[in-house]
């Protein structure tokens, strides 16, 4: 079905996550603002839950960037979607590692133990255009790195996909085909930070195999999971997703370039 089929594989579909407490905001860090304002709340299946939506754009460019990087092996928390009581519309939900120190500590220190995941993820956001990782968008979990056994270090994990043009259906395909490589690359602090990765072309190949069909079957499945009767641009992030991929290098080499 796919050139790398091993190493690419669905792993079923959204899980639907009941909320048992909350939702409430979720507190920032003095002086910083969310863009999206998110919420926390508790659950049945994932504990606590980052909660984010109900806009349709978030929440599609969310559920399936985070089913994407799963499948391309990129470590994300555990996800899925859930209803508000008394709200409209299903939200999309991470499960709350957690992301005591940012990633700058862990990094800076040396105690990473799968540094590979923030090359991999900037590459990932170039193919789903991604422009708006920072520094609070890698998180940590010193229990799950404990657990799996992982030797030394803390493993990090990927969040916040949700400006990722090619799967949010905004601006439309020719300003997102335009827009170079480089527009992708992290800001600021996580900008300077990630200058130590080299392009990660073991992984660009991952992306090159994708297979067309696998891509449509991938957001078709999440349309179906977020029971819409459709998603104004399928078509749109298909067919760039598609492309993206075949022109992953080129693409990727202007961030690495910037
Ligand atoms: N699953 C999670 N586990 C732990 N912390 C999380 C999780 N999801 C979100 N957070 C925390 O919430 C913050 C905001 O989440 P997120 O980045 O997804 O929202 P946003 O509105 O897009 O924020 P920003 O404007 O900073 O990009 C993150 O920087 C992180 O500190
Ligand atoms: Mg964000």
């Not at 928390?77 to 500590?105: A, M």
């Not at 073991?202 to 090159?208: A, D, M, P, V």
């Not at 696998?214 to 999440?222: C, M």
């Amino acid at each position: 079905m796919f050139g790398a089929p091993a190493r690419f594989e669905k792993e079923g579909n959204l899980e639907r996550v009941t909320l048992v407490e909350g939702p409430r905001p979720l507190v920032s860090p003095p002086g910083k603002v969310y863009s999206t304002s998110p919420r926390e709340a508790l659950s049945s299946e994932l504990g606590d839950v980052v909660l984010k939506g109900p806009d349709l754009g978030i929440v599609f460019a969310e559920a399936s960037a985070f089913q994407f990087a799963r499948e391309l092996g990129i470590a994300t928390p555990d996800f899925g979607v859930c209803e508000v009581p008394g709200e409209e519309g299903l939200f999309f939900c991470s499960k709350k590692l957690r992301g005591r120190y940012p990633v700058d500590h862990w990094v800076g220190n040396g105690l990473v133990s799968n540094p590979e995941v923030i090359p991999e993820t900037i590459a990932f956001d170039v193919w789903v255009a991604n422009w708006d990782r920072n520094i609070g968008n890698f998180v940590e979990d010193a229990e799950e790195a404990r657990g799996e056994g992982e030797g030394e270090g803390t493993k990090i994990f990927a969040i916040d996909f949700e400006k990722a043009a090619v799967l949010r259906g905004e601006p439309d395909r020719f300003t997102i085909n335009g827009w170079p490589g480089s527009k992708f690359w992290p800001l600021e602090d996580l900008g300077r930070l990630c200058r130590q990765y080299a392009l990660p072309r073991g992984f660009l190949e991952k992306i090159k195999a994708i297979d067309p069909q696998h891509i449509a079957g991938v957001l078709e499945q999440i349309q179906l999971d977020l029971d819409l009767a459709a998603v104004p641009w399928m078509q749109t992030s298909i067919d760039l997703l598609t492309s993206r991929a075949q022109g992953i290098e080129k693409l990727a080499t202007e961030a690495w370039d910037e």
